[in-house]
């Protein structure tokens, strides 16, 4: 073996047990040696798409007039709302994507209860301002507020009774914010400033005068985002939220605040419920095809180039569990057309090896060395498959931005399995193949054993 074979076969070895590790569990949480807790905790299940596991596929539009134009940045800010409110339904692995320039296609894998996605969809997104004197609320409590009732409707508080119902007091709502953004202190820590248009710089100057100490709650949706202390009056109309944000936390709040109602009307055009009974004999169907076609090509490539080919079988089973366990790691949800892209993908790992053998076993006949064999085999074939992986990626990234365009789902499924799966075979071929060849024939002799390598 040559000098840094060694190390090559060590970062094979290294790569093969996670992905056999990764492929084996649904959750990794390696333990910490230095705190006796856990390292970093990820969840790797497989995460399936709708038309494997059954959901709801919803056709959004917006409730414009057709000659209407909608604006880019609105339609995609109304995309990111919805993912948010979405997500707060708890329903997993959704897919939202913008279909032309007015049209929203969501898919919610999983969704046991249609009516209430499409609900949380179609909400308004009420943002306020509420006087909550002295108490801090927690953010994600449920609240009552005065806004839009009748003041003489409204209950008065009764001190008596701590179980009667609390509502709170709407200084403003987010109509009177004028822009909001990410900020960080003298100290470092992540804070919201915003400004307030004329009519709201009025109403908060009047209102933080005359409560400072006490607390400004901040509701989307009855539900509590954050409850900060007023410091001093603000009369300037802007403003900074404070509090132990993450720069993850800080950016959500920040489009919450700046975009609590949706920036367009959005109607449901069309819903469409997928059974979980479809979605799991499609899974079987697509497990035995896989298989078949596995076992297939791996008895091919044994019987036709006899050695090589059951090394090629190893580089070929290797492949397979690496492109698994990055599906699992990055996440892939994997689709019926995704799941063909990685079939196709095995075909393309396959032929790199066949241009492989087929060059060596050339290099053999004109009298190489094995070991001249297997590195001229593999340096002249490196061009056919250099050029013919750089133009199915290609192909793959045009497929992926149509898919992106059109919320065509089930065509970027496709195109990113398949590029993975090209991504991974170009390692397989390259580094995979080449060592298993050299560990197991560098001290074999091709003439005295021709029938190993099929000649």
Same mark, same amino acid.
């Given at each position: ?51 494997l ?16 134009? *909608?604006? !880019?940045?609105d #339609?995609?800010? /109304? ?6 409110? %979405?997500?707060?339904?708890?329903? +997993? ?46 953010p ?46 003298? *100290?470092? !820590?992540?804070? #919201?400033?915003? /400004? ?6 009025? %109403?908060?100057?009047?209102?933080? +005068? ?69 979605g ?21 490539m ?63 006949r ?13 340096s ?7 050029d ?11 497929l ?42 560098d ?13």
């Amino acid at each position: 073996m040559k000098r840094n074979q060694p190390f090559i076969l060590g970062v094979i070895v290294v790569a093969l047990l996670l992905s056999i590790w990764i492929s084996a569990v649904d959750r990794i949480s390696p333990p910490n040696p230095f705190t006796q807790g856990i390292l970093f905790d990820r969840d790797v299940s497989l995460r399936l798409g709708l038309d494997l596991r059954g959901g709801l596929q919803v056709l959004m539009e917006a409730d414009l007039p057709a000659e209407t134009k *909608v604006n !880019a940045e609105d #339609i995609n800010t /109304t995309k990111s709302i919805l993912e948010n409110r %979405v997500n707060g339904l708890g329903v +997993s692995e959704t897919t939202l994507q913008v279909a032309g320039d007015r049209r929203i296609v969501g898919e919610f894998p999983g969704a046991s209860d249609p009516e209430a996605v499409i609900a949380g969809l179609k909400q308004t997104g009420l943002l306020e301002f509420v006087d909550s004197g002295d108490v801090s609320l927690t953010p994600g409590m449920e609240v009552q507020t005065d806004f839009g009732l009748d003041p003489a409707a409204v209950p008065a508080p009764d001190p008596n009774d701590p179980t009667a119902p609390v509502v709170y007091h709407t200084v403003m709502t987010g109509q009177a914010l004028r822009t909001a953004a990410v900020d960080s202190s003298q *100290v470092g !820590a992540f804070q #919201i400033a915003f /400004t307030l248009t004329d009519a709201g710089s009025k %109403v908060f100057s009047e209102y933080t +005068s005359a409560n400072i100490g006490k607390y400004l709650t901040i509701v989307l949706d009855k539900k509590v985002i954050s409850s900060p202390r007023i410091q001093s009056a603000i009369t300037d109309g802007a403003g900074v939220i404070t509090g132990q944000f993450t720069r993850d936390e800080a950016n959500s709040l920040v489009v919450q605040l700046r975009y609590g109602s949706l920036p367009i009307p959005i109607k449901v055009v069309e819903s469409r419920a997928i059974g979980p009974s479809l979605g799991q004999e499609s899974v079987r169907k697509s497990i035995i095809a896989g298989a078949i076609g596995l076992i297939a090509v791996m008895l091919f490539m044994a019987l036709y180039y006899r050695l090589p080919g059951l090394i090629a079988d190893l580089a070929l089973i290797t492949y397979a569990l690496i492109s698994y366990a990055l599906f699992k790691t990055i996440p892939v949800t994997l689709t019926l057309p995704g799941i063909a892209g990685f079939i196709l993908s095995i075909g393309m790992a396959v032929d790199a090896n066949v241009l492989i053998f087929e060059r060596m076993k050339e290099e053999l006949r004109s009298g190489r060395t094995l070991l001249q064999a297997i590195d001229l085999g593999w340096s002249r074939a490196w061009s056919s498959i250099r050029d013919s992986n750089i133009s199915t990626l290609i192909t793959c990234l045009i497929l992926y931005i149509f898919g992106s365009a059109f919320g065509a789902s089930i065509v970027k499924g496709f195109s990113v399995t398949l590029a993975l799966g090209v991504l991974v075979s170009l390692f397989t071929a390259i580094v995979v193949t080449r060592t298993y060849l050299h560990l197991t024939m560098d001290g074999l002799k091709a003439d005295e054993r021709p029938e190993w390598f099929g000649m």
